[in-house]
Nanobody
């Protein structure tokens, strides 16, 4: 089992950057697929990015490719989401999640979730 805590959200102007962090507990963190999802106001939670346990294989939703970068440091039990060139449509609550499988875009494959962190991008 793993517990996840996100940090790094906030208010930023369009074109700016934020770096989200997700700290995980437990000795098995390095074995999990780690993902980021987001839930815009009034909308369903959607996939953003994921990274395999090997810290090499990644997947991104098309709308963030070239702007967001997912990474992880298994020694620190932490994953990151570097968000650059932010747009107002990136405004959402961002959630960190962990999965035992590599089906990165399937929300229901993720067994563990953080509490979420708000990202607001002003125009």
């Amino acid at each position: 089992q793993v517990q996840l805590v996100e940090s790094g959200g906030g208010l930023v102007q369009a074109g700016g950057s934020l770096r989200l962090s997700c700290a995980g507990s437990g000795r098995t963190f390095s074995t999990y697929t780690m993902g980021w999802f987001r839930q815009p106001p009034g909308k369903e939670r959607e996939f953003v990015a994921a990274i395999m346990w090997n810290a090499v294989t990644t997947d991104y939703v098309e709308s963030v490719k070239g702007r967001f970068t997912i990474s992880r440091d298994n020694g620190k039990n932490t994953q990151y989401l570097q968000m650059d060139s932010l747009k107002p449509e990136d405004t959402a609550v961002y959630y960190c999640a962990a999965s035992n499988t590599w089906s990165p875009r399937r929300r229901y494959q993720y067994a563990y979730w953080g509490q979420g962190t708000q990202v607001t991008v002003s125009s």
